[in-house]
Nanobody, 118 residues
Framework: QVQLVESGGGLVQAGGSLRLSCAAS????????MGWFRQAAEKEREFVAS????????YYADSVKGRFTISRDNAKNTVYLQMNSLKPEDTAVYSC???????????WGQGTQVTVSS
């Protein structure tokens, strides 16, 4: 199994930036993809971004393209989410996840709150 711990959330004004980190431990050699998801109050969880752990290919939700950047540091088993030009609608609990078999997100972090004030 893989354990994930997020950090870096907080309160920021609209237009500001935050960087989230997610450190993985355990059976990290099994990781295919790492991803970020978010869930706003009274809404369904939604995909934000993901990265291929070996090749580094990235994927983004349309709502964050051009503003968010996902990256990884394989040596540290850490994935990052740089969030720029934040909007109030980006307010949510952000969670990282690991895909360990190429088909499903099997491991999840506890989540970190991001609040963007207008």
């Amino acid at each position: 199994q893989v354990q994930l711990v997020e950090s870096g959330g907080g309160l920021v004004q609209a237009g500001g930036s935050l960087r989230l980190s997610c450190a993985a431990s355990g059976r990290t050699l099994r990781i295919y993809y790492m991803g970020w998801f978010r869930q706003a109050a009274e809404k369904e969880r939604e995909f934000v971004a993901s990265i291929d752990w070996s090749g580094g290919h990235t994927y983004y939700a349309d709502s964050v393209k051009g503003r968010f950047t996902i990256s990884r540091d394989n040596a540290k088993n850490t994935v990052y989410l740089q969030m720029n030009s934040l909007k109030p609608e980006d307010t949510a609990v952000y969670s990282c996840a690991a895909n360990l078999d190429g088909s499903r997100w099997g491991s999840w972090g506890q989540g970190t709150q991001v609040t963007v004030s207008s």
